[in-house]
Nanobody, 119 residues
Framework: VRIVESGGGVVQTGGSLRLSCATS????????IGWFRQAPGKEREAVSC????????YYADSVKGRFTTSSENAKNTVYLEMTSLKPDDSAIYYC?????????????WGQGTQVTVSS
């Protein structure tokens, strides 16, 4: 199993970034792909998730209306489009896979990609 995030970087307040989560080694269509973030000194926070089985999406209140997650099944890749970025969005963003079997735990995790929003 491999999960690789990319697309992080430094952006000014109000800017946009698109993160990618490229996966392999499991049946992509059966899994829910989640995005999480963790800032220094803070707990890890769930940002969004997308069930590839039924297309259901979840967004944290802090990102609703600004972030959008989508899936490209042909590439086994999930994207997180982030707009109207704020300094509070600065964190390491992780992508993870859950088998959509009723468990809340995510089995597979990527190494993360850094997002920094300057004020």
């Amino acid at each position: 199993v491999r999960i690789v995030e990319s697309g992080g970087g430094v952006v000014q307040t109000g800017g946009s970034l698109r993160l990618s989560c490229a996966t392999s080694g499991f049946t992509f269509g059966d899994y829910t792909i989640g995005w999480f973030r963790q800032a220094p000194g803070k707990e890890r926070e769930a940002v969004s998730c997308l069930s590839n089985r039924d297309g259901i999406r979840y967004y944290a209140d802090s990102v609703k209306g600004r972030f959008t997650t989508s899936s490209e099944n042909a590439k086994n890749t999930v994207y997180l489009e982030m707009t109207s970025l704020k300094p509070d969005d600065s964190a390491i963003y992780y992508c993870a896979a859950n088998p959509t079997d009723g468990r809340r735990e995510y089995d597979y995790w990527g190494q993360g990609t850094q997002v920094t929003v300057s004020s």
